[in-house]
């Protein structure tokens, strides 16, 4: 397998650390943020503008890409890499998430998913099985195995059931991957239930995936309570493997993710906040529709060197966003994800320079007026 992850280093202050993970489509540093590109492309953005945004990974999307245009017509076309042009790493997930967010039109047995889609309300059917035969048509480089997020709030019986489908659906996953090129990460669930999480940890790691992901959480909980699952979580996983917390994508969670020893994070919010006129800056969040931006020719974000801060003025923005001209949404996009890889090099050179807390102190308290 070309799939490997090396841990170059591990701080003496917090748990953050320092890795590579090496694919046949290039290297990723970790920790990263990975742009999510659900139907074979980043809403807005073009290969062109990823690479210069400096994004080394996305994350597409099973579910849809199985609906949409199908996952037979992109393998004809050579795989999601060639389908959309873009030579970098693709981490393309499971669909379980999709079973869980798209709960009233499915239905779900220990054997698989039934579900009507939401284009056409045609019925499908997804399994372990099917789900690892979608992944490896599309040629990802990451797949995800096939799991059940339990909602939240969520009985314990309903979650230790998902958890324990969940390692179950794991095993035929493994069974099913045969693909050379492509790693499968195991995920962990559990609900909001530590005592689940340390069951689920102990079966997934097990199996001996090559990576992990952490499951289940970022759904409607509590950011205290997150944050105190993921710590207890974290510490359940190898150390010599890399960790992913899937769905998050806010500085807070994403830095101090890093700081409990988080690898790899995605999350939808920079490219759909875009999308309402959201800027995410260097001095916190702010809609670029507010009327104090009319006559603004001030940069979007004064310590931002992306093309859109070079460029163009909040007020041009504000016009672009407030006539539902495209291009706007396209420039705050280029903006945000550039906004969030440039923290996370940040952060990488901090860890690497034994201050990445301080580092998370005053990027969080500029943001937010808050320290971790």
Not at 10 to 24: D, P, V, W
Not at 334 to 359: C, P, S, T, V, W
Request: charged share 25%; net charge negative.
């Amino acid at each position: 397998m070309s799939f490997q992850f090396e841990l170059l280093k591990e701080s003496k202050h917090t748990r953050a650390r320092l890795g590579k993970i090496t694919t046949s489509h290039g290297d990723i540093e970790t920790p990263v943020f990975m742009p999510v590109g659900t139907q074979a492309t980043v809403k807005t953005m073009t290969p062109k503008d990823l690479h210069e945004v400096g994004a080394s990974i996305i994350l597409s999307n099973t579910y849809h890409l199985y609906l949409r245009p199908g996952h037979e017509l992109v393998a004809k076309a050579g795989g999601l890499h060639s389908f959309m042009h873009w030579d970098r790493p693709i981490l393309t997930d499971s669909g379980g998430f999709q079973v869980f967010s798209l709960s009233g039109i499915n239905k779900i047995t220990d054997h698989g998913v039934e579900f009507r889609s939401h284009i056409d309300g045609s019925k499908h059917f997804i399994d372990p099985e099917k789900s690892m035969q979608i992944q490896m048509a599309l040629g990802s480089d990451i797949a995800m195995a096939f799991d059940q997020c339990a909602p939240y709030p969520c009985s314990y019986e309903e979650s230790k059931k998902a958890m324990m489908r969940t390692s179950d659906w794991a095993k035929r996953c493994l069974a099913e991957h045969d693909g050379d090129n492509q790693a499968l990460f195991g995920i962990v669930q559990g609900g909001m239930f530590k005592d689940l999480r340390t069951q689920s940890a102990s079966e997934i790691c097990s199996m001996d995936f090559p990576g992990f992901a952490i499951g289940g959480l970022s759904v409607g909980e509590p950011k205290e309570m997150y944050f105190d699952l993921l710590d207890h979580t974290i510490d359940l996983l190898p150390r010599d493997k890399p960790r992913y917390v899937m769905g998050v994508g806010t500085p807070d969670y994403l830095l101090k993710g890093a700081l409990m020893g988080v690898d790899m994070c995605d999350c939808v919010l920079p490219t759909r906040i875009a999308r309402n006129g959201g800027a995410m800056t260097h001095k916190g969040y702010f809609s670029i529709k507010k009327a104090k931006f009319k006559e603004d020719f001030m940069p979007l974000d004064h310590d931002c060197d992306c093309y859109t801060c070079r460029n163009f003025s909040r007020a041009y923005l504000r016009h672009l966003v407030k006539a539902e001209e495209i291009t706007g949404f396209h420039l705050l996009t280029i903006h945000n994800l550039h906004f969030l890889i440039k923290m996370m090099d940040g952060l990488r050179l901090a860890i690497q320079e034994e201050r990445e807390q301080e580092y998370v102190n005053e990027f969080l308290k500029n943001y937010y007026g808050e320290e971790s």
